[in-house]
């Protein structure tokens, strides 16, 4: 079946560094693909939609210039955090839908710890 | 903005039990998807359930079942026969109906099933 791969699952970075998460999309092609965050013991926000070969659409609240989205392919969307800072340090999570209709599966990937020391 | 509320945060039922999570939902679509998933503690999303708006007859997935109420706005999921693998964290989630897989997620409800 579909997947959807996150990479790194882990990474822990200085603070003022950059780090960059993949998310691929392994056997189908996503147009879309959608970036959460998830601190712990709360729910997913969504912060971003990735759109391949455009920019991506921010929800409210959240800094683009902060959380950088590439999604230069099909297959490939990335997160980049610039300039991190302890309070960006959570779980990030991707999905991306099969087929042109929502009413297909969501698949997500399995996530990515940050830690910003 | 599309709200998605779960008003238990946590929940627990001994094995072999049946337990019912609430969730009730806003919004202005008239087609539109509801999802139940399951967060372990590995944190990888599981979907559980998945109900289209527009169908009037309640998903069920195995001991997975939803009472989904369009005209109150609510869906909620009824877990038959519990076992000490459903231990998770469950949220619900509203897609929209448009082309795109966006989901807004609530609070979620931490499930302990008890030996």
């Known amino acids: 079946g579909a997947v959807v791969s996150q990479h790194p699952s882990r990474v822990i970075c200085k603070s003022g560094t950059s780090v960059k998460i993949e998310c691929r999309s392994l056997?189908?092609?996503?147009?879309?693909m959608f970036w959460y965050r998830q601190f712990p013991k709360q729910s997913l926000m969504l912060m971003a939609t990735s759109n391949e070969g455009s920019k991506a659409t921010y929800e409210q609240g959240v800094e683009k210039d902060k959380f950088l989205i590439n999604h230069a392919s099909l297959t490939l969307s990335t997160l980049t955090v610039t300039s991190a800072h302890p309070e960006d340090s959570s779980f990030y999570i991707c999905?991306?839908?099969?087929?042109?209709?929502?009413?297909?599966?969501?698949?997500f990937g399995e996530g990515s710890w940050l830690t910003v020391v | 903005a599309q709200t998605v509320t779960q008003s238990q945060p946590e929940m627990s039922v001994q094995e072999a039990e049946t337990v019912t999570l609430s969730c009730t939902y806003d919004t202005s679509e008239s087609n539109y998807y509801l999802f139940w998933y399951k967060q372990p503690p590995s944190r990888q999303m599981i979907l559980v359930i998945r109900q289209e708006a527009y169908k009037q007859q309640n998903a069920t997935e195995n001991r997975f079942s939803v009472n989904f109420q369009k005209a109150a706005k609510s869906f909620s999921l009824k877990i038959s026969d519990s076992q000490l693998g459903d231990t998770a964290m469950y949220f619900c989630?509203?897609?929209?109906?448009?082309?795109?897989?966006?989901?807004?997620f609530g609070k979620g409800t931490l499930l302990t099933v008890n030996p």
């Open positions: 989630a509203k897609g929209s109906g448009g082309s795109n897989y966006k989901l807004t």
């Open positions: 056997d189908f092609q996503a147009t879309t």
């Open positions: 999905s991306a839908g099969e087929g042109q209709t929502s009413g297909n599966t969501i698949y």
